[in-house]
């Protein structure tokens, strides 16, 4: 296996659009690493280095980093308690600490935790890719293919919602999540895109 290790975030997005079809970034490699994973038989790209693991408030905005883990979030103070709900979707605490937000929306899975949180909410992403930086809905991103690097997703500070998961057990692929935020619902559904 080859892991690159660059020191920019440009320098990472550079490798990975020069080999789209042979490297994957690595953050926190749940998914990644674990056999049959997203990135067996690819280079990985370690962006570990590069930052995006804070939690931050600006001008009424939540920033919350990419490399941020789903444990941070639960823990955060500033982070609405309905998006804290659904990071506990995953419910090993092992995974949660090393399970990034920006992994969980970058594999595009149907049974994401978050996916549909963030899309009831409006949130919005900020990455990078050749061209430079660009931000869009994350429902938008979930919709098709991408070799950007996420560096944020934000949301309205004061954002409410609510969020539920169905499955057959709490360590179970859920079998659908539906969220509420305003007048926002968004569903995952396990088996669609």
Known sequence: ??????????????????????????????????????????????????????????????????????????????????????????????KRNSATVGGNLALRRDDSYLAAALCAADAKLIALTVKGEKEEKVYDYLKGACKCLLQYVVIDKDRQGWVKRFGNTSSSHAALIAAVSGDTYALSVKGSA
């Open 1 to 94: 296996m080859i892991i690159h290790r660059p020191q920019t975030a440009a320098e990472a997005v550079q490798i990975r659009y020069a080999n789209p079809d042979t490297t994957a970034y690595l953050a926190g490699g749940t998914d990644d690493l674990r056999l049959g994973g997203a990135a067996e038989g690819k280079e990985l790209i370690d962006i570990n280095a590069l930052g995006f693991d804070t939690i931050e408030e600006k001008d009424g905005k939540l920033y919350i980093g990419a490399r941020v883990t789903l444990q941070q979030l639960v823990d955060s103070e500033l982070v609405p308690a309905f998006l804290k709900e659904a990071a506990k979707f995953c419910a090993s605490f092992a």
